[in-house]
């Protein structure tokens, strides 16, 4: 048959149209004939490099990538200089000299100021913790039951040290804690008749009066922390309890306190690993690091290290050890954590 096309009735009179037959007589070739994309092959995406580079895939990329480059110059690569520094003898004006090896944490870890600067950081943080964590745990518990203007007044009053720059801080008590004109000094030679006290010069009372300083300055902020979360414990539950005959302290002991321990336990972390930091302002400016080093910390020494004695690779080598030790105890403190605090369903 020499027609191009032949037409014919569906069963319902509608006229159908076949496809042209191909020359050689199979209808099998014709284009309307092959089997198409199945569904999920319409649908599948491309992989591999396409896939990545594909229209609008990196626009993520490109928002994250100047926070990434900052990261990169101000982090990271100073973290490898610094590694690298801590392997090799030189200062700060002709840098690098020549690879020493361990030496220089040899050198670090048997000079005198370095042992003392560690056990200096061992009594700030058990002289901060409990002035910083469960003193201000306590007194969240009693603001949270305060309401209305007043709570948030104290809450500003007890905050606006924090805000304070660390050297305004220590001026302050500087005024304060003078020997001769001190405020503290007058008012205990009137009420009790106390003669002068060298606070600061006296190398049994200098270190605790750093405490003293750091934890005013840094009190507001962990207070708002732990109010916080305790304004964010369900008040169902503790009315649940009170229902069942549950006292504030059952409340306390029993809800309040296990549904904040994440906060609790974050802020003992935190101050942990801050406390030698918080205390550099203070030490600094009042008694840069005496009498007789009993005030110094560890990121002290590493300041005197670098910047009084200009040796970086000393510095560098004090920055490694400090860094691997509060990293490892970070690690464990998460860990411990993790397991420990409660967290609300």
Known sequence: MDTHLITTTSPDRTPATL???????SLEKHPANQPGPSEGEEKKAPSGVRAFFRKGSLTPYF???????LLIIWVYYPLILTFWYSFNSGNLTKGVDKFVGLDNYVAVVNLPEFQQSIVNTGLYIVGLIPLTVFIPLGIAILLSKIKGPMQTFYRSVLFTPV???PVV?????????????GVLNKVLNFLFGVDSINWMGDSNLAIWMVVLITTWKVFGFNLLLF??????VDREYMEAARLDGATEWDIIRHITFPLITPTFYFLVIYTILYAGQWVFGTVNVLTQGGPQNTTT?????LYQFGFSYFNIGQASAAAVMIFIVLGLGTFIAVRYT???AHYES
């Open 19 to 25: 496809p042209e037959k191909s020359p050689q007589g």
């Open 227 to 232: 109010l916080a979360a305790i304004v964010g």
């Open 338 to 340: 993790d397991r420990k």
């Open 297 to 301: 910390s560890v990121f002290y020494i």
């Open 163 to 165: 805000i304070m720059a």
């Open 63 to 69: 928002f994250i990538l100047p926070g990434l480059v």
């Open 169 to 181: 801080v220590s001026v302050i008590w500087l005024w304060i804690l003078n020997p001769i004109q």
